[in-house]
Protein backbone atom coordinates (compact mmCIF):
# COMPACT_ATOMS: atom_id res chain seq x y z
CA UNK A 1 0.00 0.00 0.00
CA UNK A 2 1.09 3.31 -0.67
CA UNK A 3 0.37 6.86 0.55
CA UNK A 4 -2.20 7.30 -2.30
CA UNK A 5 -3.39 4.25 -3.77
CA UNK A 6 -5.51 1.93 -2.01
CA UNK A 7 -4.40 -1.80 -1.02
CA UNK A 8 -7.10 -3.53 -3.09
CA UNK A 9 -7.56 -7.44 -3.17
CA UNK A 10 -5.63 -9.28 -5.26
CA UNK A 11 -8.42 -10.07 -7.95
CA UNK A 12 -8.95 -10.20 -11.51
CA UNK A 13 -12.10 -7.77 -11.22
CA UNK A 14 -13.92 -9.59 -14.37
CA UNK A 15 -13.29 -12.40 -13.15
CA UNK A 16 -13.99 -11.84 -9.55
CA UNK A 17 -17.97 -9.82 -10.58
CA UNK A 18 -19.00 -13.51 -12.25
CA UNK A 19 -18.01 -15.53 -9.72
CA UNK A 20 -21.50 -16.53 -7.34
CA UNK A 21 -22.49 -13.56 -4.27
CA UNK A 22 -20.77 -15.98 -1.71
CA UNK A 23 -17.68 -17.19 -3.31
CA UNK A 24 -17.17 -12.96 -3.68
CA UNK A 25 -18.00 -12.40 0.04
CA UNK A 26 -15.69 -15.37 1.27
CA UNK A 27 -13.10 -13.97 -0.92
CA UNK A 28 -13.40 -9.94 0.64
CA UNK A 29 -13.93 -10.77 4.23
CA UNK A 30 -10.86 -13.22 4.06
CA UNK A 31 -8.88 -10.19 2.39
CA UNK A 32 -10.70 -7.85 4.67
CA UNK A 33 -9.24 -9.88 7.61
CA UNK A 34 -5.30 -9.12 6.56
CA UNK A 35 -6.22 -5.53 4.66
CA UNK A 36 -9.44 -3.89 6.41
CA UNK A 37 -10.46 -1.65 4.15
CA UNK A 38 -7.52 -1.28 2.26
CA UNK A 39 -7.85 2.77 2.32
CA UNK A 40 -4.75 4.46 1.30
CA UNK A 41 -2.57 6.16 4.14
CA UNK A 42 -3.99 9.40 2.67
CA UNK A 43 -7.38 8.82 4.25
CA UNK A 44 -5.70 8.40 7.39
CA UNK A 45 -3.67 11.08 7.51
CA UNK A 46 -6.45 13.30 6.12
CA UNK A 47 -8.59 12.15 9.32
CA UNK A 48 -5.86 12.61 11.98
CA UNK A 49 -5.17 16.50 10.40
CA UNK A 50 -8.80 17.25 10.36
CA UNK A 51 -8.36 15.79 14.68
CA UNK A 52 -5.89 17.34 15.95
CA UNK A 53 -5.58 20.70 13.91
CA UNK A 54 -8.91 21.63 13.28
CA UNK A 55 -11.00 19.72 15.97
CA UNK A 56 -8.53 19.29 18.97
CA UNK A 57 -6.19 22.66 18.31
CA UNK A 58 -9.01 24.68 16.85
CA UNK A 59 -11.35 23.84 20.08
CA UNK A 60 -8.98 25.37 22.03
CA UNK A 61 -8.42 28.16 20.53
CA UNK A 62 -11.78 29.24 20.05
CA UNK A 63 -12.18 28.19 23.98
CA UNK A 64 -9.23 30.20 25.39
CA UNK A 65 -9.72 33.22 22.69
CA UNK A 66 -13.24 33.69 23.58
CA UNK A 67 -12.49 33.37 27.38
CA UNK A 68 -10.01 35.32 28.36
CA UNK A 69 -7.36 32.69 28.97
CA UNK A 70 -3.67 32.48 27.86
CA UNK A 71 -2.50 31.43 24.98
CA UNK A 72 -3.40 27.65 23.80
CA UNK A 73 0.42 26.51 24.46
CA UNK A 74 -0.11 27.33 28.00
CA UNK A 75 -1.72 24.34 28.89
CA UNK A 76 -1.45 23.93 32.43
CA UNK A 77 -3.65 27.42 32.59
CA UNK A 78 -6.47 25.91 30.97
CA UNK A 79 -6.93 22.51 30.78
CA UNK A 80 -9.15 22.07 34.48
CA UNK A 81 -10.73 25.81 33.58
CA UNK A 82 -14.81 24.70 33.32
CA UNK A 83 -15.70 26.91 30.73
CA UNK A 84 -13.03 25.56 28.32
CA UNK A 85 -14.74 22.12 29.12
CA UNK A 86 -18.03 23.76 28.20
CA UNK A 87 -16.79 25.32 25.51
CA UNK A 88 -15.20 21.64 24.32
CA UNK A 89 -18.75 20.56 24.52
CA UNK A 90 -20.06 23.01 22.39
CA UNK A 91 -17.62 23.02 19.66
CA UNK A 92 -17.86 18.97 19.34
CA UNK A 93 -22.28 19.78 18.99
CA UNK A 94 -21.47 22.76 16.39
CA UNK A 95 -18.97 20.83 14.18
CA UNK A 96 -21.04 17.26 14.79
CA UNK A 97 -24.26 18.88 13.70
CA UNK A 98 -22.75 20.57 10.53
CA UNK A 99 -21.34 17.01 9.57
CA UNK A 100 -17.92 17.51 9.92
CA UNK A 101 -17.35 15.54 12.79
CA UNK A 102 -18.23 11.77 12.99
CA UNK A 103 -19.80 9.78 10.28
CA UNK A 104 -17.53 11.90 7.40
CA UNK A 105 -15.44 11.05 4.84
CA UNK A 106 -14.54 8.08 2.96
CA UNK A 107 -14.46 5.90 5.55
CA UNK A 108 -18.58 6.85 6.05
CA UNK A 109 -19.48 6.52 2.57
CA UNK A 110 -18.64 9.64 1.98
CA UNK A 111 -15.83 10.77 -0.83
CA UNK A 112 -17.24 13.20 -3.51
CA UNK A 113 -18.07 15.39 -1.28
CA UNK A 114 -16.72 13.97 1.91
CA UNK A 115 -19.72 16.03 3.92
CA UNK A 116 -23.06 15.12 4.38
CA UNK A 117 -24.90 16.80 7.27
CA UNK A 118 -25.21 20.93 6.11
CA UNK A 119 -25.33 19.74 2.41
CA UNK A 120 -28.56 17.54 3.13
CA UNK A 121 -30.22 19.44 6.50
CA UNK A 122 -29.84 22.63 4.58
CA UNK A 123 -31.61 21.90 1.38
CA UNK A 124 -35.30 21.95 1.22
CA UNK A 125 -36.66 18.92 -0.66
CA UNK A 126 -34.43 16.40 1.10
CA UNK A 127 -35.73 13.41 3.06
CA UNK A 128 -36.63 14.50 6.81
CA UNK A 129 -37.20 11.55 9.06
CA UNK A 130 -39.34 12.43 12.12
CA UNK A 131 -39.39 9.90 15.75
CA UNK A 132 -42.69 9.75 16.45
CA UNK A 133 -45.81 10.02 14.22
CA UNK A 134 -48.18 11.16 17.52
CA UNK A 135 -45.96 14.42 17.76
CA UNK A 136 -48.11 17.53 16.46
CA UNK A 137 -46.84 19.82 13.96
CA UNK A 138 -44.20 16.69 12.25
CA UNK A 139 -45.91 15.19 9.76
CA UNK A 140 -44.14 14.76 6.14
CA UNK A 141 -41.20 13.43 5.06
CA UNK A 142 -39.30 15.98 3.09
CA UNK A 143 -37.80 19.15 4.61
CA UNK A 144 -39.35 22.36 3.92
CA UNK A 145 -37.55 26.21 4.64
CA UNK A 146 -39.10 26.27 7.97
CA UNK A 147 -37.01 23.24 8.85
CA UNK A 148 -33.72 24.80 7.07
CA UNK A 149 -34.26 28.28 9.09
CA UNK A 150 -34.83 26.03 12.53
CA UNK A 151 -31.56 24.00 11.23
CA UNK A 152 -29.24 26.87 10.89
CA UNK A 153 -30.83 28.56 13.92
CA UNK A 154 -30.17 25.99 16.47
CA UNK A 155 -26.00 26.12 14.50
CA UNK A 156 -26.49 29.93 15.18
CA UNK A 157 -27.30 29.46 18.74
CA UNK A 158 -24.60 26.92 19.24
CA UNK A 159 -21.94 29.22 18.01
CA UNK A 160 -23.32 32.12 19.77
CA UNK A 161 -22.83 30.44 23.58
CA UNK A 162 -19.29 29.05 22.12
CA UNK A 163 -18.07 32.58 21.09
CA UNK A 164 -18.88 34.86 23.30
CA UNK A 165 -17.14 35.24 27.03
CA UNK A 166 -18.22 33.68 30.03
CA UNK A 167 -20.37 35.44 32.86
CA UNK A 168 -19.72 35.63 36.60
CA UNK A 169 -20.94 32.48 38.57
CA UNK A 170 -21.70 32.90 42.42
CA UNK A 171 -21.40 28.97 42.66
CA UNK A 172 -18.16 28.53 40.88
CA UNK A 173 -16.64 31.07 42.58
CA UNK A 174 -17.40 30.02 45.88
CA UNK A 175 -16.17 26.56 44.83
CA UNK A 176 -13.06 28.01 42.75
CA UNK A 177 -12.00 31.26 44.65
CA UNK A 178 -9.77 33.00 42.48
CA UNK A 179 -11.63 32.07 38.78
CA UNK A 180 -11.99 35.05 36.43
CA UNK A 181 -13.38 33.26 33.43
CA UNK A 182 -16.71 32.47 34.88
CA UNK A 183 -18.73 29.91 32.68
CA UNK A 184 -20.81 30.16 29.59
CA UNK A 185 -24.22 32.21 29.32
CA UNK A 186 -26.82 29.82 30.81
CA UNK A 187 -29.37 31.81 28.98
CA UNK A 188 -27.44 31.38 25.50
CA UNK A 189 -27.21 27.73 26.09
CA UNK A 190 -31.12 27.49 26.82
CA UNK A 191 -31.77 28.68 23.42
CA UNK A 192 -29.56 25.62 22.15
CA UNK A 193 -31.25 23.47 23.87
CA UNK A 194 -34.47 24.40 23.16
CA UNK A 195 -33.59 24.49 19.21
CA UNK A 196 -32.09 21.08 19.16
CA UNK A 197 -35.11 19.49 20.65
CA UNK A 198 -37.53 21.49 18.11
CA UNK A 199 -34.96 20.50 15.15
CA UNK A 200 -35.28 16.85 16.29
CA UNK A 201 -38.59 16.38 16.67
CA UNK A 202 -38.89 17.29 13.01
CA UNK A 203 -35.67 15.10 11.83
CA UNK A 204 -34.45 12.58 14.11
CA UNK A 205 -31.32 12.41 11.89
CA UNK A 206 -30.15 16.00 13.26
CA UNK A 207 -30.37 14.87 16.96
CA UNK A 208 -28.50 11.90 16.77
CA UNK A 209 -25.76 13.53 14.35
CA UNK A 210 -25.17 16.21 16.81
CA UNK A 211 -25.38 13.42 19.38
CA UNK A 212 -28.37 14.90 21.26
CA UNK A 213 -28.41 11.61 23.28
CA UNK A 214 -25.33 12.50 24.96
CA UNK A 215 -24.47 16.41 24.90
CA UNK A 216 -28.16 17.16 25.36
CA UNK A 217 -27.84 16.45 29.34
CA UNK A 218 -24.51 18.15 29.15
CA UNK A 219 -26.17 21.21 28.11
CA UNK A 220 -28.65 21.29 30.26
CA UNK A 221 -26.30 20.73 33.47
CA UNK A 222 -24.39 23.83 32.12
CA UNK A 223 -27.47 25.22 31.90
CA UNK A 224 -29.25 24.40 35.54
CA UNK A 225 -27.45 23.11 37.82
CA UNK A 226 -25.07 24.84 40.19
CA UNK A 227 -21.37 24.19 39.51
CA UNK A 228 -20.87 21.74 42.31
CA UNK A 229 -23.78 19.70 41.03
CA UNK A 230 -23.18 20.14 37.64
CA UNK A 231 -19.50 18.87 37.37
CA UNK A 232 -21.57 15.50 39.43
CA UNK A 233 -24.00 15.07 37.33
CA UNK A 234 -21.33 15.08 34.32
CA UNK A 235 -19.73 12.44 36.31
CA UNK A 236 -23.26 10.72 36.34
CA UNK A 237 -23.55 11.11 32.41
CA UNK A 238 -20.15 9.88 31.82
CA UNK A 239 -20.82 7.37 34.31
CA UNK A 240 -23.84 5.93 32.09
CA UNK A 241 -21.91 6.44 29.02
CA UNK A 242 -19.45 4.43 29.77
CA UNK A 243 -21.10 2.10 32.04
CA UNK A 244 -24.15 1.16 29.64
CA UNK A 245 -21.83 0.64 26.46
CA UNK A 246 -19.84 -1.86 28.53
CA UNK A 247 -22.84 -3.50 29.61
CA UNK A 248 -24.06 -3.99 26.03
CA UNK A 249 -20.92 -5.84 25.46
CA UNK A 250 -22.44 -8.86 27.22
CA UNK A 251 -23.70 -11.53 24.78
CA UNK A 252 -22.35 -12.99 21.81
CA UNK A 253 -22.12 -10.04 19.32
CA UNK A 254 -19.38 -8.31 20.44
CA UNK A 255 -16.81 -10.61 20.21
CA UNK A 256 -17.47 -10.45 16.37
CA UNK A 257 -16.91 -7.09 16.17
CA UNK A 258 -13.12 -6.56 17.36
CA UNK A 259 -11.36 -8.39 14.26
CA UNK A 260 -12.83 -6.64 11.53
CA UNK A 261 -12.11 -3.42 13.73
CA UNK A 262 -8.14 -4.67 14.61
CA UNK A 263 -7.90 -5.96 10.78
CA UNK A 264 -8.85 -1.89 9.78
CA UNK A 265 -6.49 -0.52 11.83
CA UNK A 266 -3.45 1.53 10.18
CA UNK A 267 -1.53 1.51 14.19
CA UNK A 268 -1.88 -2.60 13.92
CA UNK A 269 1.23 -3.11 10.83
CA UNK A 270 1.74 -6.85 11.42
CA UNK A 271 -0.54 -9.55 9.00
CA UNK A 272 0.15 -12.00 11.77
CA UNK A 273 -1.09 -10.08 14.71
CA UNK A 274 -4.27 -9.54 12.26
CA UNK A 275 -4.79 -13.10 11.72
CA UNK A 276 -4.59 -14.35 15.62
CA UNK A 277 -7.87 -12.08 16.02
CA UNK A 278 -9.65 -15.40 13.38
CA UNK A 279 -9.77 -19.02 14.74
CA UNK A 280 -8.17 -20.38 11.83
CA UNK A 281 -7.28 -17.52 9.08
CA UNK A 282 -8.52 -18.46 6.46
CA UNK A 283 -10.61 -21.23 7.07
CA UNK A 284 -12.43 -20.18 9.84
CA UNK A 285 -12.93 -16.25 10.68
CA UNK A 286 -15.03 -16.47 13.91
CA UNK A 287 -13.37 -15.16 16.79
CA UNK A 288 -10.36 -16.27 18.50
CA UNK A 289 -9.34 -16.56 21.98
CA UNK A 290 -7.22 -13.88 21.74
CA UNK A 291 -10.02 -11.72 20.09
CA UNK A 292 -12.58 -12.90 23.11
CA UNK A 293 -10.00 -11.96 25.49
CA UNK A 294 -9.82 -8.31 24.09
CA UNK A 295 -13.36 -7.78 23.58
CA UNK A 296 -14.04 -8.60 26.72
CA UNK A 297 -10.87 -8.15 28.82
CA UNK A 298 -9.31 -4.83 27.09
CA UNK A 299 -13.04 -3.84 25.99
CA UNK A 300 -16.00 -4.86 28.86
CA UNK A 301 -14.31 -5.37 31.85
CA UNK A 302 -12.03 -1.91 31.10
CA UNK A 303 -15.07 -0.35 30.09
CA UNK A 304 -17.08 -1.04 33.17
CA UNK A 305 -14.54 -1.61 36.06
CA UNK A 306 -12.45 1.57 35.14
CA UNK A 307 -15.87 4.08 35.46
CA UNK A 308 -17.02 2.68 38.88
CA UNK A 309 -13.47 3.07 39.97
CA UNK A 310 -13.20 6.82 38.61
CA UNK A 311 -16.81 7.95 40.18
CA UNK A 312 -16.08 5.91 43.23
CA UNK A 313 -12.17 6.25 44.17
CA UNK A 314 -10.98 8.18 46.87
CA UNK A 315 -7.60 8.08 45.89
CA UNK A 316 -5.89 10.24 43.74
CA UNK A 317 -3.36 7.15 43.44
CA UNK A 318 -6.20 4.50 42.75
CA UNK A 319 -8.22 7.09 40.10
CA UNK A 320 -4.90 8.51 38.04
CA UNK A 321 -4.63 4.56 37.35
CA UNK A 322 -8.29 4.59 35.91
CA UNK A 323 -8.41 7.97 33.99
CA UNK A 324 -5.18 6.44 32.40
CA UNK A 325 -7.00 3.30 31.46
CA UNK A 326 -10.22 5.02 29.88
CA UNK A 327 -7.76 7.54 27.86
CA UNK A 328 -5.89 4.82 26.43
CA UNK A 329 -9.59 2.86 25.81
CA UNK A 330 -10.22 5.89 24.02
CA UNK A 331 -7.54 6.83 22.03
CA UNK A 332 -7.23 2.98 20.76
CA UNK A 333 -10.28 3.07 19.21
CA UNK A 334 -9.30 6.48 17.30
CA UNK A 335 -5.90 4.68 16.39
CA UNK A 336 -8.53 1.57 14.87
CA UNK A 337 -10.77 4.73 12.61
CA UNK A 338 -14.41 2.61 12.66
CA UNK A 339 -16.23 2.96 9.43
CA UNK A 340 -18.63 5.78 11.70
CA UNK A 341 -14.91 7.24 12.45
CA UNK A 342 -16.62 8.42 16.07
CA UNK A 343 -13.11 10.13 16.33
CA UNK A 344 -13.76 13.50 18.13
CA UNK A 345 -16.21 12.07 20.31
CA UNK A 346 -13.42 9.89 21.71
CA UNK A 347 -11.21 12.89 22.09
CA UNK A 348 -13.37 14.87 23.55
CA UNK A 349 -14.07 11.82 26.20
CA UNK A 350 -10.33 11.31 26.83
CA UNK A 351 -10.05 15.04 27.78
CA UNK A 352 -13.34 14.56 29.85
CA UNK A 353 -12.10 11.87 31.78
CA UNK A 354 -8.74 13.91 32.55
CA UNK A 355 -10.70 17.36 32.98
CA UNK A 356 -13.89 15.90 35.51
CA UNK A 357 -11.85 12.96 37.53
CA UNK A 358 -8.61 14.65 37.55
CA UNK A 359 -9.30 18.44 37.71
CA UNK A 360 -12.49 17.96 40.37
CA UNK A 361 -11.84 14.47 42.00
CA UNK A 362 -13.92 13.36 44.69
CA UNK A 363 -11.94 13.92 47.87
CA UNK A 364 -11.76 17.84 46.83
CA UNK A 365 -15.64 17.80 47.36
CA UNK A 366 -17.27 16.34 44.19
CA UNK A 367 -17.80 12.68 44.72
CA UNK A 368 -21.57 11.71 44.37
CA UNK A 369 -22.11 12.48 48.26
CA UNK A 370 -21.20 16.06 47.82
CA UNK A 371 -24.55 16.46 45.87
CA UNK A 372 -26.52 18.85 46.92
CA UNK A 373 -29.51 16.86 47.73
CA UNK A 374 -30.29 12.99 47.17
CA UNK A 375 -32.94 13.48 45.54
CA UNK A 376 -31.66 15.66 43.08
CA UNK A 377 -28.87 12.83 42.64
CA UNK A 378 -31.99 10.03 42.24
CA UNK A 379 -33.94 12.44 39.60
CA UNK A 380 -30.67 12.64 37.46
CA UNK A 381 -29.72 8.83 37.35
CA UNK A 382 -33.42 7.97 36.80
CA UNK A 383 -32.96 10.59 33.61
CA UNK A 384 -30.01 9.29 32.73
CA UNK A 385 -30.52 5.22 32.58
CA UNK A 386 -34.34 5.89 30.86
CA UNK A 387 -33.72 5.59 27.42
CA UNK A 388 -30.65 2.76 27.84
CA UNK A 389 -32.86 0.67 29.83
CA UNK A 390 -35.95 1.15 27.66
CA UNK A 391 -33.52 0.93 24.67
CA UNK A 392 -32.19 -2.78 25.73
CA UNK A 393 -35.76 -4.29 26.48
CA UNK A 394 -37.33 -2.39 23.45
CA UNK A 395 -34.58 -1.80 20.81
CA UNK A 396 -37.55 -1.17 18.43
CA UNK A 397 -38.50 1.84 20.25
CA UNK A 398 -35.14 3.42 20.90
CA UNK A 399 -32.10 3.91 18.75
CA UNK A 400 -28.89 2.28 19.54
CA UNK A 401 -27.41 5.74 20.35
CA UNK A 402 -29.43 6.81 23.41
CA UNK A 403 -29.61 2.66 24.16
CA UNK A 404 -25.73 3.19 24.69
CA UNK A 405 -24.78 0.35 22.65
CA UNK A 406 -22.08 1.90 21.02
CA UNK A 407 -19.63 -0.61 19.30
CA UNK A 408 -21.59 -3.66 21.45
CA UNK A 409 -22.17 -5.12 17.56
CA UNK A 410 -25.65 -5.49 18.37
CA UNK A 411 -27.41 -2.96 15.98
CA UNK A 412 -30.09 -2.65 14.00
CA UNK A 413 -28.86 -3.31 10.05
CA UNK A 414 -29.94 -4.12 6.65
CA UNK A 415 -28.93 -4.66 2.98
CA UNK A 416 -30.11 -3.52 0.28
CA UNK A 417 -31.13 -5.65 -3.08
CA UNK A 418 -31.05 -4.12 -6.49
CA UNK A 419 -32.45 -5.39 -9.55
CA UNK A 420 -30.37 -5.02 -12.57
CA UNK A 421 -30.18 -1.06 -12.95
CA UNK A 422 -32.69 -0.26 -10.42
CA UNK A 423 -30.12 1.54 -8.22
CA UNK A 424 -29.92 4.00 -10.61
CA UNK A 425 -33.39 5.18 -9.77
CA UNK A 426 -31.54 6.60 -6.75
CA UNK A 427 -30.43 9.19 -8.83
CA UNK A 428 -34.41 10.86 -8.93
CA UNK A 429 -34.53 11.10 -5.42
CA UNK A 430 -33.78 14.70 -4.05
CA UNK A 431 -29.90 15.05 -2.26
CA UNK A 432 -26.99 15.69 -2.62
CA UNK A 433 -24.57 13.23 -3.41
CA UNK A 434 -24.65 10.45 -5.70
CA UNK A 435 -24.70 6.87 -4.95
CA UNK A 436 -21.58 5.96 -3.56
CA UNK A 437 -20.00 3.70 -6.44
CA UNK A 438 -20.96 6.60 -8.75
CA UNK A 439 -18.85 8.66 -6.57
CA UNK A 440 -15.87 6.65 -6.76
CA UNK A 441 -15.86 6.71 -10.01
CA UNK A 442 -15.97 10.69 -10.25
CA UNK A 443 -13.06 10.25 -7.90
CA UNK A 444 -11.26 8.19 -10.79
CA UNK A 445 -11.52 4.46 -10.00
CA UNK A 446 -12.10 2.23 -12.80
CA UNK A 447 -15.87 1.43 -12.47
CA UNK A 448 -15.36 -2.59 -11.84
CA UNK A 449 -12.84 -1.46 -8.99
CA UNK A 450 -15.53 1.04 -7.35
CA UNK A 451 -17.98 -2.07 -7.44
CA UNK A 452 -15.34 -3.95 -5.49
CA UNK A 453 -14.88 -1.31 -3.05
CA UNK A 454 -18.65 -1.45 -2.85
CA UNK A 455 -18.72 -5.24 -2.01
CA UNK A 456 -16.29 -4.90 0.38
CA UNK A 457 -18.03 -3.10 2.40
CA UNK A 458 -21.32 -5.92 2.48
CA UNK A 459 -18.32 -8.40 2.93
CA UNK A 460 -17.59 -6.50 6.47
CA UNK A 461 -21.16 -6.80 7.43
CA UNK A 462 -21.16 -10.48 6.80
CA UNK A 463 -17.81 -10.78 9.30
CA UNK A 464 -20.24 -9.50 12.17
CA UNK A 465 -23.73 -11.98 13.48
CA UNK A 466 -26.55 -10.22 12.12
CA UNK A 467 -25.04 -10.50 8.56
CA UNK A 468 -24.98 -14.09 8.51
CA UNK A 469 -28.52 -13.62 8.98
CA UNK A 470 -29.34 -10.63 6.54
CA UNK A 471 -27.67 -12.65 3.75
CA UNK A 472 -29.28 -15.77 4.94
CA UNK A 473 -32.70 -14.20 4.05
CA UNK A 474 -31.56 -12.95 0.88
CA UNK A 475 -30.30 -16.27 -0.81
CA UNK A 476 -33.86 -17.66 0.53
CA UNK A 477 -35.90 -14.62 -0.77
CA UNK A 478 -34.59 -13.86 -3.97
CA UNK A 479 -33.88 -16.70 -6.42
CA UNK A 480 -32.48 -13.99 -9.00
CA UNK A 481 -30.12 -12.72 -6.12
CA UNK A 482 -27.19 -13.62 -8.56
CA UNK A 483 -27.98 -10.68 -10.79
CA UNK A 484 -28.98 -8.35 -8.26
CA UNK A 485 -26.52 -5.80 -7.08
CA UNK A 486 -26.53 -5.61 -3.22
CA UNK A 487 -25.49 -2.42 -0.97
CA UNK A 488 -24.44 -2.12 2.47
CA UNK A 489 -27.65 -0.26 3.66
CA UNK A 490 -25.45 1.86 6.42
CA UNK A 491 -23.70 3.30 3.34
CA UNK A 492 -26.62 3.94 1.17
CA UNK A 493 -28.08 5.78 3.80
CA UNK A 494 -25.47 8.27 4.05
CA UNK A 495 -26.17 8.53 0.32
CA UNK A 496 -29.58 9.65 0.95
CA UNK A 497 -29.35 11.18 3.77
CA UNK A 498 -26.50 12.78 4.65
CA UNK A 499 -25.84 11.09 7.86
CA UNK A 500 -25.45 7.39 9.19
CA UNK A 501 -23.48 6.10 12.58
CA UNK A 502 -24.45 2.25 12.32
CA UNK A 503 -28.23 2.92 13.29
CA UNK A 504 -30.46 1.09 11.37
CA UNK A 505 -33.68 3.07 12.59
CA UNK A 506 -32.50 5.36 10.21
CA UNK A 507 -32.76 3.73 7.13
CA UNK A 508 -35.84 1.29 7.98
CA UNK A 509 -39.22 1.74 6.18
CA UNK A 510 -39.90 5.04 7.21
CA UNK A 511 -36.97 6.03 4.71
CA UNK A 512 -37.41 3.31 2.08
CA UNK A 513 -41.17 4.42 1.79
CA UNK A 514 -40.21 8.37 2.09
CA UNK A 515 -36.86 7.15 -0.96
CA UNK A 516 -39.88 5.38 -2.83
CA UNK A 517 -42.31 8.37 -3.66
CA UNK A 518 -39.71 9.89 -6.19
CA UNK A 519 -37.63 7.01 -6.76
CA UNK A 520 -41.03 5.16 -7.83
CA UNK A 521 -39.19 1.47 -8.01
CA UNK A 522 -41.49 -1.41 -9.46
CA UNK A 523 -42.57 -4.52 -7.28
CA UNK A 524 -39.53 -6.42 -6.63
CA UNK A 525 -36.77 -4.12 -8.51
CA UNK A 526 -35.55 -3.04 -4.61
CA UNK A 527 -35.90 -5.93 -1.75
CA UNK A 528 -34.22 -4.90 1.62
CA UNK A 529 -33.37 -7.22 4.14
CA UNK A 530 -33.74 -5.22 7.59
CA UNK A 531 -33.42 -6.99 11.29
CA UNK A 532 -33.83 -5.38 14.79
CA UNK A 533 -31.16 -5.41 17.56
CA UNK A 534 -31.65 -8.48 19.91
CA UNK A 535 -33.44 -7.52 23.07
CA UNK A 536 -32.08 -8.56 26.35
CA UNK A 537 -33.71 -11.74 27.54
CA UNK A 538 -34.55 -12.84 24.01
CA UNK A 539 -32.50 -15.10 22.24
CA UNK A 540 -33.54 -13.95 18.89
CA UNK A 541 -33.40 -11.11 16.36
CA UNK A 542 -36.57 -10.22 14.39
CA UNK A 543 -36.24 -9.62 10.55
CA UNK A 544 -38.45 -7.64 8.12
CA UNK A 545 -38.28 -8.05 3.96
CA UNK A 546 -39.26 -4.89 2.69
CA UNK A 547 -40.45 -4.45 -0.98
CA UNK A 548 -39.57 -0.51 -1.75
CA UNK A 549 -43.14 -0.26 -4.10
CA UNK A 550 -45.39 -3.22 -1.41
CA UNK A 551 -43.77 -2.48 1.90
CA UNK A 552 -43.12 -5.61 4.24
CA UNK A 553 -43.54 -8.31 2.56
CA UNK A 554 -41.92 -11.02 5.69
CA UNK A 555 -41.25 -11.16 9.01
CA UNK A 556 -39.48 -13.72 10.92
CA UNK A 557 -36.45 -14.20 13.44
CA UNK A 558 -33.40 -15.61 13.74
CA UNK A 559 -31.40 -17.43 16.57
CA UNK A 560 -28.11 -15.52 17.28
CA UNK A 561 -26.48 -18.53 18.27
CA UNK A 562 -27.18 -19.90 14.80
CA UNK A 563 -25.46 -16.78 13.31
CA UNK A 564 -22.36 -16.37 15.30
CA UNK A 565 -22.00 -20.06 14.81
CA UNK A 566 -21.88 -19.63 11.03
CA UNK A 567 -18.82 -18.32 8.66
CA UNK A 568 -19.33 -14.73 6.91
CA UNK A 569 -19.84 -16.64 3.64
CA UNK A 570 -22.23 -19.37 4.95
CA UNK A 571 -20.31 -22.55 3.68
CA UNK A 572 -23.15 -24.54 4.84
CA UNK A 573 -25.79 -22.52 3.48
CA UNK A 574 -28.52 -20.12 5.18
CA UNK A 575 -28.97 -20.58 8.57
CA UNK A 576 -32.26 -21.43 10.21
CA UNK A 577 -34.90 -18.72 10.23
CA UNK A 578 -38.89 -18.91 11.05
CA UNK A 579 -41.09 -16.98 9.07
CA UNK A 580 -43.68 -15.49 11.54
CA UNK A 581 -45.64 -13.69 8.31
CA UNK A 582 -45.31 -13.10 4.97
CA UNK A 583 -47.49 -11.46 1.96
CA UNK A 584 -47.31 -12.94 -1.46
CA UNK A 585 -45.38 -10.66 -3.59
CA UNK A 586 -45.05 -10.01 -7.11
CA UNK A 587 -42.09 -12.03 -8.76
CA UNK A 588 -38.83 -10.28 -8.12
CA UNK A 589 -38.17 -8.17 -11.53
CA UNK A 590 -36.32 -10.86 -14.00
CA UNK A 591 -32.78 -9.73 -15.46
CA UNK A 592 -32.52 -8.74 -19.10
CA UNK A 593 -29.23 -10.89 -18.82
CA UNK A 594 -28.04 -12.88 -15.51
CA UNK A 595 -24.52 -11.27 -14.73
CA UNK A 596 -22.90 -11.75 -11.31
CA UNK A 597 -22.82 -7.51 -10.59
CA UNK A 598 -23.71 -4.55 -13.29
CA UNK A 599 -20.09 -2.97 -14.35
CA UNK A 600 -21.27 1.06 -14.41
CA UNK A 601 -19.50 2.39 -16.80
CA UNK A 602 -16.55 1.33 -19.81
CA UNK A 603 -13.59 1.50 -17.72
CA UNK A 604 -11.39 2.93 -20.58
CA UNK A 605 -12.87 6.23 -19.31
CA UNK A 606 -11.75 6.11 -16.50
CA UNK A 607 -8.42 5.97 -14.14
CA UNK A 608 -7.12 3.84 -11.56
CA UNK A 609 -8.35 5.49 -8.53
CA UNK A 610 -6.44 6.78 -5.00
CA UNK A 611 -9.58 6.40 -2.67
CA UNK A 612 -10.59 3.98 -0.74
Avoid at 154 to 174: F, K, T
Avoid at 331 to 344: C, D, G, K, N, R
Wanted: glycine residues 6%; charged residues 15%; hydrophobic residues 50%.
Amino acid sequence: MSFTKPDLPAVDPETFLRQPLMERMRILAVNWAEHGFGSPRMVHTIYIVKLILFYALGGVVVATVTSDLPAFWHVSQWWDQPIVYQKAVLWTVLLEAIGVAGSWGPLAGKVKPMTGGILFWARPGTIRLRPWRWVPFTGGDRRSWFDVVLYLAMLVSVAVALVLPGVHSDSLSAAVPGNTSGLVNPALVAPAIVLLVLTGLRDKTIFLAARGEQYLPALFFFTVLPFVDMIIALKLLILVVWVGAGLSKFGKHFANVVPPMVSNSPSVPFKWLKRAHYRDYPRDLRPSRVADLMAHIGGTFVEIVAPLTLFFSPNIWLTAAAATAMVVFHLFIVSTFPLAVPLEWNVLFAYTTIFLFLGFPNWHGYAVTDMSSPWLTVAIVAGLVFFPILGNFRPDKVSFLPSMRQYAGNWASAVWAFAPGAEAKLDRVTRSAKNQVDQFIEFGYEPQWSEITMQQTIAWRTMHSQGRGLFSILLKSLPDIETRTVREAEFICNSLIGFNFGDGHLHNEDLIRAVQTEARFEPGELIVVWVESQAVGSKVQHYKVIDAALGVIERGTWKVADAVAEQPWLPNGPIPTEVSWSLTSPKPAAAPKPAAAPVIRDEQEHGHGALA
